[in-house]
């Protein structure tokens, strides 16, 4: 069993900043990706960033420049710092990680955090 909790979402002003972290927790061998994705409403998912155990990363381009994705690998968690807030980067936001767990590899998701930026 692996679950994936997210924290640190919350109603920030247009220009704000917040720290999103996601920790994954349970039988974990080893995890590969690590990423986060969001979900406006009406909207489809999308890819906001990614992250590669070797810490190479992918952006989306609405959000380069100003989102920044990092990991720890001795605590299985990864944090998206988002800065310069803007209405529209309203959403839930999802972690999701490649892990191998008792033998076998699965991607897993966490229960998404709300971000809401007023205007």
């Known amino acids: 069993q692996v679950q994936l909790v997210e924290s640190g979402g919350g109603l920030v002003q247009a220009g704000g900043s917040l720290r999103l972290s996601c920790a994954a927790s349970g039988s974990i061998f080893s995890i590969n990706n690590m990423g986060w994705y969001r979900q406006a409403p009406g909207k489809q998912r999308e890819l906001v960033a990614q992250i590669t155990r070797g810490r190479s990363t992918n952006y989306a381009d609405s959000v380069k420049g100003r989102f920044t994705i990092s990991r720890d690998n001795t605590k299985n968690t990864v944090y998206l710092q988002i800065n310069s807030l803007k209405p529209e980067d309203t959403a839930v936001y999802y972690c999701?990680?490649?892990?191998?767990?008792?033998?076998?590899?699965?991607?897993?998701w966490g229960q998404g955090t709300q971000v809401t930026v007023s205007s």
């Open positions: 999701n990680a490649d892990v191998q767990s008792r033998g076998t590899w699965g991607v897993y």
